[in-house]
């Protein structure tokens, strides 16, 4: 059957004049603060503004990959998608369940089990507790640490805790995806897993949000591309060229 034109895929992310600024305080030395104080001079502080006025539209079954250099903004506009980060200016709209794989482990507590951190990482992510015990074989079982699932993660290397943390992220069947960096500890067998679960997700109609420095493997995967210069989206294009852009071949 032909698809009308005229009806567009539903918005899962609206990104309307986002602006992030992260405030700096300065440190002195001992002898500099007290001169300060005699001064009676305020506080320094410096102002840097990491994403300027982000304007951005992804709609459902979308799966992107945003792009940029060391320092472009790419995880604080992630983080501010996914609510971690606040903020100064703009709003955002998310449609849907949203879970996030930003800071690896970052809603998980040290002094706790695996097993403990599964209940409150699932329900961080929106799981009631039927959800969780429903799905926790299956979390456990995809992040291959059974023997240490009663383990406090304290003791896990990082490469565990991505395991864990990304299996958790993906049974909480969201419908939005957001990922950052999730190949940068996993070893090559659970990458090509992690790999092959992205792509079901995609297929399964999910929207994505990907940031890597694979270009190659980013390219491939998503449908589009975001390319951020220092807090500003420069290029909004197929992710081949977005990526020949930043390698200064297009
Ligand atoms: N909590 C923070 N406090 C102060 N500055 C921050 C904070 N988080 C990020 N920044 C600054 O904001 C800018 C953008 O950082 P961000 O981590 O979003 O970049 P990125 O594109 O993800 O970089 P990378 O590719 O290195 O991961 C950087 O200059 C960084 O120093």
């Given amino acids: 059957m032909a698809t009308d034109p005229s009806i567009e895929t539903p918005e899962a992310i609206v990104v309307d004049g986002l602006v992030k600024r992260f405030r700096f305080r300065h440190v002195h030395s001992l002898k500099e603060t007290v001169a300060r104080w005699v001064r009676r001079a305020t506080v320094e502080t410096d102002e840097f503004t990491a994403l300027k006025d982000v304007n951005l539209t992804i709609r459902q079954g979308e799966t992107v990959a945003l792009l940029g250099f060391n320092g472009s903004g790419k995880s604080t506009l992630l983080k501010c998608i996914s609510g971690v980060l606040t903020p100064d200016e703009g709003q955002i709209g998310v449609r849907g369940r949203i879970a996030g794989l930003i800071e690896v482990g970052a809603g998980f507590h040290p002094d706790l089990t695996g097993r403990e951190n599964v209940y409150l990482n699932g329900a961080i992510l929106g799981m009631s507790e039927a959800e969780i015990e429903a799905r926790f074989e ?23 805790f991505l395991r864990l943390a990304f299996s958790v992220a993906v049974h909480t069947d969201p419908d939005v995806f957001l990922v950052d960096e999730i190949l940068a500890v ?18 399964s109609g999910k929207t994505l949000v990907i940031v890597s420095h694979d270009l190659n493997m980013v390219a491939d995967l998503c449908d589009r591309g975001i390319l951020l210069e220092h807090g500003v989206v420069v290029m909004d294009d197929e992710p081949h060229a977005v990526v020949r852009r930043m390698r200064g071949e297009g």
């Fill in 138 to 160: 299956q979390i456990v079982a995809f992040s291959e640490i059974e023997e240490f699932i009663d383990q406090e993660v304290k003791f896990y290397s990082s490469g565990m």
């Fill in 186 to 203: 996993g070893d090559e067998p659970f990458q090509r897993k992690c790999l092959d679960r992205i792509r079901e997700l995609r297929a």
